[in-house]
């Protein structure tokens, strides 16, 4: 985590030397939740606090890219296949978004006090993936679980432990609002999803996967597109305007579109 926070702040610090006055940063806070294997979580019980900053580097009134970064808690108490299972851990997330604005907006601009917004880009999560076997009938380990869901899954055919750190790529998309509060202050709303490329983030890696009888390759139920895990964030932003140079520049103020 503390290398990805260092990377964040790199970027941040190179790209804001060539912002000039187009350039804006922000704090983000609110919710987590999450979508995969465990049927029958109460929907306001997977929210978790999450927090985060981004930088923006504003193209035009219309066009801007994002760097936004991150961290929380991803939690889940239901059922797979019957079986209760639940987990809960830290995860980052490290995005670069194009964002849309359908209005022209700039930040500070009365002319310009507000708009809707789209975003879509590329991005990466990072998070521990467990799978242990406790050794304890009373008190089951996530692998002893597992069993319990699938007795033919080949990481308990084989007996495989399971503890590891995973950064699996994301596809990030999300839409919101956002408003003019001052010169240099904005603040919006937005609601962000993540299509993960792993079905780790549930510590349920296929879990209908089985082995055929004298064949030791693993057979999916479904394909590495479908079965994987998204996870959702719906939060609030705080904006504040760079200012650069004294001058506003012109070019950044014309009428683009």
């Not at 880009?121 to 406790?134: C, H, K, W």
């Not at 964030?233 to 009428?255: M, Q």
């Amino acid at each position: 985590m503390r290398k990805i926070v260092l990377v964040f702040i790199a970027v941040v610090l190179t790209v804001s030397g060539f912002a000039q006055k187009t350039a804006d940063i922000g704090i983000w806070g609110g919710s987590s939740t999450y979508w995969g294997d465990v049927k029958e979580a109460s929907p306001l019980q997977t929210f978790n606090l999450n927090y985060g900053g981004y930088f923006r580097y504003n193209f035009n009134k219309r066009a801007a890219l994002r760097l936004m970064f991150l961290n929380g808690t991803f939690a889940a108490d239901g059922t797979v296949e019957d079986v209760k299972w639940d987990f809960n851990k830290t995860a980052q997330d490290l995005s670069v978004s194009v964002e849309i604005n359908y209005l022209e907006y700039i930040l500070g601009d009365k002319k310009t006090p507000f708009t809707p917004y789209i975003m879509g880009g590329l991005g990466v999560m990072y998070f521990p993936y467990e799978l242990l076997s406790s050794g304890d009938p009373n008190n089951p380990g996530e692998l002893d679980v597992l069993f319990n869901i699938n007795p033919e899954h080949p990481l308990v055919v084989n007996g495989n432990e399971v503890q590891e750190s995973v950064i699996a790529p994301t596809i990030p998309f999300g839409f919101g609002v956002k408003f003019n509060v001052g010169e240099r202050i904005g603040i919006g709303a937005e609601y962000l999803m993540r299509k993960i490329f792993s079905d780790k983030l549930d510590d349920l890696d296929d879990p209908l996967s089985f082995s055929k009888t004298n064949n030791a390759e693993a057979v999916k139920y479904t394909d590495f597109l479908h079965n994987n895990d998204w996870s959702g964030y719906l939060g609030v932003h705080v904006t504040y305007k760079i200012y650069l140079n004294k001058k506003a520049c012109p070019a950044y103020d014309r009428k683009y579109w």
